[in-house]
T-cell receptor, first 114, second 112 residues
Framework: SAVISQKPSRDICQRGTSLTIQCQVD?????MFWYRQQPGQSLTLIAT?????????ESGFVIDKFPISRPNLTFSTLTVSNMSPEDSSIYLC???????????FGPGTRLTVL | QKEVEQDPGPLSVPEGAIVSLNCTYS??????FMWYRQYSRKGPELLMY????GNKEDGRFTAQVDKSSKYISLFIRDSQPSDSATYLC????????????FGSGTQLTVLP
């Protein structure tokens, strides 16, 4: 199974600032995904990131707010821009290498916006 | 109505009990069904994966899918305190098997 790490594990940020979350996979993967998990809620897919192409965003999420980079097959970043307290959440990345039974998750980044 | 509904719990059982966790869904296109386990402050970990209808067993865990009723279940036999976690069902449609729709999760506590 793929091992995924995320940085930072947690952060406390001020309103109006931006935070970039890094996701590193220990093997080359085709797709990487970014999710948000708000307290007591299920995981919501933000976007899908393929290497070499623009990320695909889900309804309700836009590139200006959540720009994503995917420079190679093992790494991706998600930026949460111009943050507000409503952005306080856990952000998770996952990777997939060919099928639904191989989607692995990172440990998450716990973000608090004051 | 949410696409995937999951019994919210929380659920508390004594060690050794049989646990039943359930989800219902509305999208008949869903073909892939998964159960993830999430320990506190950790990412979800894939437990079971089933394609279409039927049962799948792995040790103490059994996953059941009834597509006619749009209902899936996870059974845990001989539950252990180490099973205490949040359990998330997830599913996806054929053709978009990599994009998962999650239930809201059921928090399980197994008491020693």
């Amino acid at each position: 199974s793929a091992v995924i790490s995320q940085k930072p594990s947690r952060d406390i940020c001020q309103r109006g600032t931006s935070l970039t979350i890094q996701c590193q996979v220990d093997s080359q993967v085709t797709m990487m995904f970014w999710y948000r998990q708000q307290p007591g809620q299920s995981l919501t897919l933000i976007a899908t990131a393929n290497q070499g192409s623009e990320a695909t965003y889900e309804s309700g999420f836009v590139i200006d707010k959540f720009p994503i980079s995917r420079p190679n097959l093992t790494f991706s970043t998600l930026t949460v821009s111009n943050m507000s307290p409503e952005d306080s959440s856990i952000y998770l990345c996952s990777s997939d290498s060919g099928g639904p039974d191989t989607q692995y998750f990172g440990p998450g980044t716990r973000l608090t916006v004051l | 109505q949410k696409e995937v509904e999951q019994d919210p719990g929380p659920l508390s059982v004594p060690e050794g009990a049989i646990v039943s966790l359930n989800c219902t869904y509305s999208n008949s296109a869903f073909q892939y069904f998964m159960w993830y386990r999430q320990y506190s402050r950790k990412g979800p970990e894939l437990l079971m994966y089933t394609y279409s209808s039927g049962n799948k067993e792995d040790g103490r865990f059994t996953a059941q899918v009834d597509k006619s009723s749009k209902y899936i279940s996870l059974f845990i036999r001989d539950s252990q305190p180490s099973d205490s976690a949040t359990y998330l069902c997830a599913m996806s449609a054929a053709g978009s098997a990599r994009q998962l729709t999650f239930g809201s999760g059921t928090q399980l506590t197994v008491l020693p």
